[in-house]
């Protein structure tokens, strides 16, 4: 037994816009992941993701950051950050875990609590655009 043509259409164009919905959700991130985001190309050495998860405005200092990091290995301890309020256009986000830090042997860790990231979205994407 067949469908008619109408079902059948029906369905395809049905899950077409259910692999749309799925796709969408999965590529989109919030604030706090563009921070985590931005923390963790950090550590690793992503020049090209730190660029591509700052604001425009924010890639003089997110250059300053990237350096300070070089020469630097290390790792994030319950790295979890979540938004915590807004102020003025930015998103603001907090986050928790530590840095555990280690230059030529040395382990050294910072706390991740204290300093409030700014996110805002340009261009459709949530960006890192500073700290205080």
């Not at 799925?22 to 963790?40: H, M, N, R, T």
């Not at 986050?95 to 280690?102: D, E, F, I, R, S």
């Amino acid at each position: 037994m067949s469908l008619p043509k109408t079902h059948a259409r029906v369905g395809i164009g049905a899950l077409a816009l259910l692999t749309l919905l799925v796709s969408a959700c999965a590529q989109s991130i919030g604030p706090a992941d563009a921070i985590e985001s931005y923390l963790k190309a950090l550590l690793s050495g992503d020049e090209n993701k730190v660029f591509a998860t700052s604001c425009p405005e924010w890639e003089e200092q997110a250059a300053v950051d990237f350096n300070a990091f070089t020469g630097v290995s290390g790792t994030f301890d319950g790295l979890e950050c979540s938004t915590s309020g807004t102020t003025g256009d930015a998103t603001l986000v907090t986050c928790q875990g530590t840095l555990v830090l280690n230059y030529n042997g040395e382990e050294r860790e910072r706390s991740l609590e204290g300093t409030t990231y700014l996110a805002q979205k340009t261009d459709g994407e949530w960006k890192m655009c500073g700290y205080r």
